[in-house]
Structures are given as structure tokens and as C-alpha cells.
């Protein structure tokens, strides 16, 4: 679908998020161990890897790390991205050591959508428990009392019989009560598993709009891209490899045609719109 033009104005005063992590990682201490940082930062900060680690390609260096698993990861996709029949025009033009930069940011994406997905569901799960917990609990109390009272007249029963024939009721009987004497006293928190909820609310964020606008300042200030060529490089990543987990592609313009613009709409919009105090921002861990 054809894109609406773009005003040159319209890109005035935009936070160039590498510029401003190329500045901030100046400042970042060495890792301790290869998962310290997102692999993106190690590949394109070399003096952030951990000691005796080389300052080559990224993958070089964790391959002489004994990390083969992880560089094979990342030779892998720089492949596929080169491979792909609309996603290799993202690797054209880039020196080596872009290339591996750019397989290391999308492996750092499908992460970050790993993870998305795992504390969505986590954060379901908590909401669902934290509301219909309190009911559960109170109708398996209910059932404890009535299991607990017939294991009590079951064992009086026994009890009144000859032991050849009730010795072993009576053990059980025994038994079980002391089993549900041991979960009679787990306590149900609504609270916990709410305030469990709010705070997966804070960090459960969709990765998509940041992955895009790193994906864009990375080929437009780190390559040296136009706005509108890092636009289209960042639409054909996302509909080639985003879309397994659940992101909807989106239109964008290859080529320039009359009265309309090379780009993606929905990616300008988003690196029109970013705020880096409304979003991630480049910390040092803790």
C-alpha cells in the first residue's frame, strides 16, 4: 500500500536513541559474564565484553569464549537475514561488522518477545487466580470440613469393630486426617497474587515500538541510511521475522513512485512519537 508523503519537517527534533547510547555506553563497566548485556551492546561495544574476550566480530569473540552455541545463534540469522528474498535489502551495503550488529538486535528482539510472552502469561494467570482465588479457597474449605468429618466417623466405626476387620480403616483414617491437617492451614493471599499482577502490568510491555525504533536509528544514524530507506529496512525485519508472534505486519513503500513517499508510515510514526522518558532507555545494570 502506497505511503502519504512525508514533510521533511517532520522529522525535526527527533531523539536519535543511538546517538544517545553510543554517548551512555562510554560510561558502562565491563561484564562479569556474556549475559551481563544484550548481545547488540557487545557487538557494538567491544570494551563492554568480559576480560580475555576479543574485540573482533561478536561472534569471533564468543567463539574463542567457548560460547559456540550463542555465536553459531548469531551466524545463523545473519545468514537468514541475508537469505531472505525481502529481508536481505536490510544487509545491503553494511560492513561486517553492521551486519553482525543487526543479527544481534534481532536475536536480542526474539528475546525480548520470549519474555513478553512469558510474563503475559504470567500476568493472566495472576489476575484470573488473584479474582477467583478467594471463592476457590472458601469452596475447598468447604470440601475439607466435609472430608475431614467423614474420615473422623469412618475411624469411629472402625474403631468399635474388631481389629481383624477395622485395624487398617482406622489407619487410614489416621492417615488422611493427618495429610489434611497439614494443608488445612495454607492461606489463600488475594493480595499477593493482584499486587503479582500490577507489577507485571509495569514491565509486561509489547516489545514491538522500541525494537522498531532501535532497529531505525541503528541503520539511520549507525549506518548512515536515509529516514526513509532505514524505514523500509526496519518494515521488511518486522513482517519477516515478527510475525510468528503474533505482530501485525505493515505496509510500507520499497521504491518511490510519483506523489508518494519510500517508507513505512508506521514506522515514522513511531520514531516520531518516541520519548525517552516514556520509554527504554540505555542503564547500566544495577
Partial sequence: MGQPAKSASSR?????????????ARKF?????WWSYSLFLFARYPHLRPRN????????????????????????????IAAHAQAKRAMEGLTSEQRIQVAAMVVDTETDY??????????????????????????????LENARRALNELREYATGLDATLGHDYQMAANDALDSLARVAGDVFSKNY???LYHDLCHITEDPTTFAMIRLYWFFRSGCGQSGDESEVRVAIIRNAFWTPFGVAPVDFLPQYQPGESLGCQAVHEAVRRFHPHKAHRAKKPS
Avoid at 525535526?12 to 551512555?24: A, H, M, R, V, Y
Avoid at 563497566?29 to 559474564?33: L, M, N, R, V
Fill in 12 to 24: 525535526g527534533n527527533l531523539f536519535d536513541w543511538l546517538k544517545n547510547l553510543d554517548k551512555s
Fill in 193 to 195: 497474587h493482584l499486587a
Fill in 53 to 80: 574476550a576479543s574485540q573482533g566480530r561478536l561472534d569471533k569473540a564468543l567463539q574463542t569464549s567457548g560460547c559456540e552455541s550463542l555465536a553459531n545463534l548469531i551466524l545463523d540469522w545473519e545468514k537468514r
Fill in 29 to 33: 563497566h565491563p561484564a562479569d559474564g
Fill in 114 to 143: 520470549q519474555n513478553f510472552a512469558s510474563r503475559k502469561s504470567t500476568r493472566v494467570w495472576s489476575q484470573k487466580l488473584g479474582k477467583e482465588g478467594p471463592g476457590r479457597k472458601r469452596m475447598l474449605a468447604r470440601k
